[in-house]
């Protein structure tokens, strides 16, 4: 962190200011005096200092960060990856390619049980369903609630796939206890006291990206998981707001290699959302996967003209067979060419 110091500020004033950084913060504290101003360095963990209390000291003119703001999910503080391991022995962050299917919406027994066996079958690692759903309009259907969590856990029994399903409230992380990977969505990436509460839980964490929201806030959202202790954070990709109208959401794969540079968690793109459309779900997976994603979340539906929810994005499993097969053609590609 770069501190320039107002021109008129007092040597006393200046030694108070260094003394509080150092005691308060623990920090080394470099001082550079030139002709025109004073340069503060600091040296040190800057992640708990917090720019507005800097700006707000009176001997301050301005202050950049040089260094990111999060500590947990850093890869400078933690170089190896992380990798999540399920007590099932699945795995996340590996460098195998992981793939999350299902619906959107859990409907009925008879239709996550047909689509958890089907996805399996072309390759899924895990099956995916909204029990509890965020809405756009409060008088779409808002999912089975706790008998969507109970038809998941069925069909989890069916065919051994763990479940990965949305929560959006602190006061059903009991009711998530059995789920195998809780799903944060997008619109709750920065609910702040539920991601602290998730922090206090030991269980895999799935954190999509807000709808307008940047890589470092992003981070920040996991590094608020991480620092109540869970470091099974996985991030997903699934599109972000911009001008665009022709796809639901612009697919943002340039986060992929950002975030393995910046952080050592497992990050995965979800084409089903970001695009919103069918059609292009399995061009963007392949994109995804050439990217270096460490897996893919797909919308998968029996019946997609007929689904509760998103079934424009949804494909059917015929379809999902193809595209699985094509990713999983192109990962085996993209190891030997880019992993030797
Ligand atoms: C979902 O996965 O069904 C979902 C609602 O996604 P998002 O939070 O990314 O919109
Ligand atoms: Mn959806």
């Not at 200092?49 to 202050?63: G, K, M, P, R």
């Not at 340039?254 to 952080?263: D, E, M, R």
């Not at 893919?296 to 029996?302: F, G, T």
Request: hydrophobic share 40%.
């Amino acid at each position: 962190m770069i501190i320039v110091i107002k021109r008129d500020a007092s040597k006393e004033q200046l030694m108070h200011f260094r003394s509080v950084l150092e005691e308060k913060y623990h920090v080394t504290v470099n001082s550079w005096q030139g002709v025109e101003a004073t340069v503060l360095g600091l040296i040190g963990d800057t992640t708990q200092i917090d720019e507005d209390w800097v700006n707000a000291q009176e001997v301050v003119e301005s202050v950049k960060r040089v260094q990111e703001p999060y500590k947990k999910a850093n890869r400078k503080f933690h170089p190896d990856n992380t990798v999540i391991e399920l007590p099932t022995g699945q795995k996340i962050g590996d460098g195998s390619l992981c793939i999350m299917a299902g619906p959107c919406s859990v409907e009925n027994e008879d239709q996550i049980n047909y689509v958890a066996e089907r996805v399996k079958a072309a390759g899924a690692t895990f099956l995916r369903g909204g029990a509890f759903k965020p809405r756009t309009s409060p008088y779409s259907f808002q999912g089975l609630k706790a008998e969507g969590l109970d038809l998941l856990k069925g069909a989890r029994k069916v065919t051994g796939l763990p479940i990965v399903t949305e929560i959006m409230r602190t006061s059903h992380i009991d009711m998530f206890e059995s789920v195998d990977i809780i799903q944060v969505g997008a619109r709750n990436m920065q609910n702040f006291e539920l991601l602290k509460e998730l922090g206090k839980i030991r269980k895999p964490i799935l954190l999509k990206r807000g709808l307008s929201s940047t890589i470092e806030e992003w981070i920040m959202s996991a590094e608020y998981i991480m620092a109540g202790g869970n470091d099974q954070v996985i991030l997903c990709e699934r599109g972000i707001r911009t001008y665009e109208t022709a796809t639901r959401n612009t697919l943002d794969l340039s986060a992929v290699p950002i975030i393995k540079k910046l952080s050592h968690l497992p990050v995965i793109v979800d084409p089903s959302h970001a695009t919103g459309k069918a059609w292009l779900v399995e061009q963007m997976s392949l994109a995804a996967v050439a990217a270096g994603a460490d897996g893919l979340m797909i919308e998968v539906h029996n019946d997609p003209k007929h689904a509760l929810s998103d079934g424009a994005q949804s494909l059917t499993p015929d379809q999902f067979d193809k595209v699985a097969a094509k990713v999983f053609a192109l990962k085996h590609a993209y190891d030997e060419i880019v992993n030797g």
